[in-house]
């Protein structure tokens, strides 16, 4: 993820390359952004409810499935 794209409600998940190893994987989302244009933090959320901070090399967003009514009024949605 890059900086200008990390945006706060994004659902995210710490990628394989992550220092530490305990977090790779896991799964949250971005509740706050800090910094400038140069250095950015964020901080995400887990489902257990702990808050951790992250640099945006650190994550990558996980994509919202399609809803399910899409398949019965023609598929795939208009951007």
Do not use: N
Request: charged fraction near 35%; include cysteine.
């Amino acid at each position: 993820m890059r900086p200008e794209e990390a945006r706060i409600g994004t659902k995210v998940r710490v990628c394989e390359h992550h220092r530490i190893s305990e977090r790779r994987g896991m799964v949250g989302r971005i509740v706050s952004c800090y910094g400038g244009e140069e250095y950015v933090a964020v901080d995400v959320r887990f489902p257990d409810r702990q808050y951790r901070l992250f640099w945006p090399k650190d994550l990558e967003e996980i994509p919202s499935p399609q809803p399910w009514w899409r398949s019965l009024v023609g598929g795939e949605s208009r951007s």
